[in-house]
């Protein structure tokens, strides 16, 4: 329940600044999506990967489904509207 409305969450606020830059291409939904999984969730999770020594692939793993989905996410709310 919390893992949907923490989804929900990332969609309006995602959808909201595809409308305050007016995002309407394919292109820019994922230039969009995916800016914001690394600008958001790969640079914050990287100073706790860092300070407690994990694996590299450990990171991008957890950090990659994260960022393929913010992405797939632009993209449906650019091509959708």
């Known amino acids: 329940m919390v893992s949907i409305f923490a989804s929900v969450i ?9 409308q305050l830059i007016g995002a309407s291409t394919a ?3 994922v230039l969009l999506g995916l800016l ?12 706790n990967y860092m300070f407690e020594s ?4 450990i990171y991008v793993i957890n950090v990659g489904y994260p960022v393929v989905t913010f992405t ?9 509207q």
């Open 10 to 18: 990332i969609v309006i606020t995602l959808a909201m600044i595809v």
């Open 72 to 80: 797939t996410i632009g993209l449906l709310l650019t091509v959708w």
């Open 54 to 57: 994990r694996s590299l692939k």
């Open 27 to 29: 292109a820019e939904g």
């Open 36 to 47: 914001a999984g690394v600008g958001f969730v790969a640079a914050t999770q990287l100073p």
